[in-house]
């Protein structure tokens, strides 16, 4: 396995390649780093590398890494700023961690974790920028609202204070058909289309998580805005 620094550096190649291949600016793209099952110690050399953005899909284990990388960054010349996503199911008993030490949210998917999200954020922090995960493709056994509901959560969560709703996530089905995961990928983006065109949102919906190892360059192609690499910068994982 290549360097972690490497690694990134190939993926921000593929990104800026993704981009010009569908005309867009790559500064429209962010790279979002999931650093989950990697200690500390691998994310640190991503922050070397300039990575600043990264993913967690558990709970504890993202606290964790957050107040390591905490204690680390302000032993540093210049503490880097760096930005952590919850990005993993959110169960109702876990929501206050992610509530206190998180900046970002990708997995709302109901109403009832909005709110507890909204009561438990503390007064003293910036808003919690929060995407509504989507079902797009009505996998049977993924976590999102189906898109027919995603209007009247989106009217919901905005409604919250504490939050700032900024758009959707979306974890299709993988599939080794490039079509039919890019036809996927364009179906999350005419939904967010059509969010921002209902007139009913206090601010247009401006992210789109969306993309990973496999499929960034598709998700690029669609319209993602943020893309959430793991195992093309960390390498393979020691837990699901």
């Known amino acids: 396995m290549a360097p972690i620094a490497t690694q990134l550096e190939q993926v921000r190649k593929r990104i ?3 981009c010009e291949s569908a005309g867009r600016d790559p500064r429209s793209v962010t790279l979002l780093a999931v650093s989950k099952t990697f200690g500390p110690e691998a994310v640190i050399a991503a922050v ?3 990575q600043l953005a990264f993913g967690e899909n558990y709970v504890q284990e993202g606290v964790d890494k957050i107040a390591a990388l905490a204690d680390w960054a302000a032993a540093q010349p210049v503490p880097p700023a760096l930005q952590w996503h919850c990005i993993g199911p959110l169960q109702s008993n876990k929501s206050r961690p992610v509530a206190e030490h998180f900046h970002w949210v990708h997995s709302v998917d109901r109403l009832k974790i909005a709110q507890r999200l909204s009561q438990q954020r503390p007064p003293e922090l910036a808003p919690l920028q929060v995407c509504l995960q989507v079902n797009i493709d009505g996998g049977p056994n993924k976590s999102g609202v189906a898109p027919a ?3 009247a959560l989106a009217l919901a ?3 919250l204070p504490g939050l700032v709703l900024r758009g959707l996530m979306t ?3 993988p599939s080794e058909d490039a079509a ?3 036809a996927v990928h ?3 983006r005419e939904l967010l289309d059509r969010l921002n065109a209902s007139g009913r949102l206090y601010q247009p919906l401006d992210t789109l998580s969306m993309g990973m190892s496999a499929d960034l360059d598709l998700a690029v192609a669609a319209g993602s805005t943020m893309v959430r690499v793991g195992t093309a910068i960390f390498g393979d994982r020691t837990r699901a």
Request: zero cysteines; a negative charge.
């Open 157 to 159: 969560v905005q409604d």
């Open 16 to 18: 800026d390649k993704a």
């Open 48 to 50: 070397q590398a300039g």
């Open 171 to 173: 974890l299709p089905e």
């Open 149 to 151: 509901d995603a209007l």
């Open 180 to 182: 039919q995961m890019l």
């Open 186 to 188: 364009k179906q999350a």
